[in-house]
């Protein structure tokens, strides 16, 4: 199968403004130099703790942040400095599954035109008419179709996350950015709304770039994984193999946390020292090795490159 979107290379940094002139004084490297694919129809999963650069990575895919330098490749096309009409085109084939649904619904608007909304943006065609194919839609995201007729606010976080997936649909998107779409809501209904979208992915050939911090989330969803640490991709590869032999020391440490329920198979859980570097003043060498139980000494003074130490499998460590 083909690419269909290709990260080269990536950066978004972001400027600190300081001083009696709050003039750049520095930069949060938000994401620092990442590159990865995802096939038409498969999942990457995009892992890791908060601040790690996933969201940050997700948005300037999206184009509602510039990238600082590298390039975004999607369908063949490159979009990294796309704007006015093409990007908004481009706008139509990517689409965005929100964190909280609460936030980015309009309470008060009728769910008919929330679905319809994308699509009136990109045509001239009327609410009205477009009542089938929104009534289409929430039937197929397991709403009622009376929901039509509702306001945002009458339904429950996981309805809501329903209709903003029926609204991510509604103008055929080829690649959907999921970013934690389900940890803002209860656990009970996360495996529902999991579920949905993959049965979407199939019916509507959907690529899904899936962002959580939640390992358990991104195993059911993923086909790949990526981890995240600080802005980089430390560790890339199939779901199994990151789940079964993880190689990066980092990624070893996140799978360990992960809960296992046969007691008998007991986890020697890794426990991380230490806080997260500030993304503003990374560490030198390694980004991970103030905190590596197995760091050594070249790793404060050289950054390992992300490199495939199996096929399909890369990590960045010096260790590899
Ligand atoms: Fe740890 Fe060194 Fe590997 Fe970084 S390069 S993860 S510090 S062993
Ligand atoms: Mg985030």
Redesign the pocket.
Known sequence: KNNLLEIIDLKTYYPIKGGFLRHTVGHVKAVDNISFTIKNGETLGLVGE??CG???T?RTILRLLDATDGKIIFDGKDITNLRGKSLRDIRKDIQMVF?DPYASLNPMQMVGSIVAEPIMNFSNKSLKSLKGEVMELLRKVGLPEDAYYKYAHEFSGGQRQRIGIARALALRPKLIIA??PVSALDVSVQSQVLNLLKELQDEFDLTFLF?A?DLSVVKHMSDRIGVMYLGNIVEIADKEHIYDEPLHPYTQALISAIPVPDPRKKNSRIVLEGDIPSPANPPSGCPFHPRCPKAMAECSLSKPALKEVKSGHSVACHLY
């Open positions: 908060s601040g996933k969201s940050t997700g964190q970013d934690e962002i911090h």
